[in-house]
């Protein structure tokens, strides 16, 4: 199976700050990769699919990079409405797996 | 608009059996393959697996093969998850989702308290 190896598990910014968050592969999934955003109480919300392309009525502050085997979700000037819960997914091959997620809170 | 309903929250006890359902609707239910999500409270998503919505074919992560059945009930567009001897570890929300590379769909969740 392959493992996503998802950090930071939870992080403390301020408005306006530069956030990345980072998920590494175990095996190689191309960009086979969607970031979900996911609020209290909430269904996840896909932000980035394949790997760095920006879904619908996302936010531009919002984007999806890609360093070999590692996959980074950066938002460049933190808004209050970013603080959520941040999970990626990999779809290369079954089963497929999620990063442990990520805690982002108000500083 | 494509929307997923999700059945209603559940309390149950070790040992019992719980059947969610999600009812699918806005496309042709068989286009597009269901996906169930197991959320533990305060944890991260763990995907359980997929059915296929044209063939009824079910595939199980590892961790929910055995109590854990995937099944539909095509001509309601209402696909199902039924979880059977269920133990505490099982308390979670969960979720049906179309997931695919171009887009996604999530059911609100459906809570399942095993408590004694």
């Known amino acids: 199976d392959i493992q996503m190896t998802q950090s930071p598990s939870s992080m403390s910014a301020s408005l306006g700050d530069r956030v990345t968050i980072t998920c590494q592969a175990s095996q190689d999934i191309g960009n086979n990769l969607i970031w979900f955003q996911q609020k209290p109480g909430k269904s996840p919300r896909r932000m980035i699919y394949?790997?760095?392309n920006l879904a619908n009525g996302v936010p531009s502050r919002f984007s999806g990079s890609r360093s070999g085997s590692d996959y980074s979700l950066t938002i460049i000037s933190l808004e209050s409405e970013d603080m959520a819960d941040y999970h990626c997914l990999q779809y290369k091959q079954y089963p497929n797996t999620f990063g442990a997620g990520t805690k982002l809170e108000l500083k | 608009q494509i929307q997923l309903v999700q059945s209603g929250p559940e309390l149950k006890k070790p040992g019992e059996s719980v059947k969610i359902s999600c009812k699918a609707s806005g496309y042709t239910f068989t286009d597009y393959a269901m996906h169930w999500v197991k959320q533990a409270p305060g944890k991260g998503l763990k995907w359980m697996g997929w059915?296929?919505?044209?063939?009824?074919?079910?595939t199980y992560a590892d961790d929910f093969k055995g109590r854990f059945v995937f099944s539909l009930e095509a001509s309601a567009s209402t696909a199902n998850l039924q979880i059977s001897n269920l133990k505490n570890e099982d308390t979670a929300t969960y979720f049906c989702?179309?997931?695919?590379?171009?887009?996604?769909?999530w059911g609100q969740g459906v809570m399942v308290t095993v408590s004694s």
């Open positions: 394949y790997a760095t």
């Open positions: 989702a179309v997931i695919t590379p171009a887009f996604d769909y």
């Open positions: 059915i296929n919505t044209y063939t009824g074919k079910p």
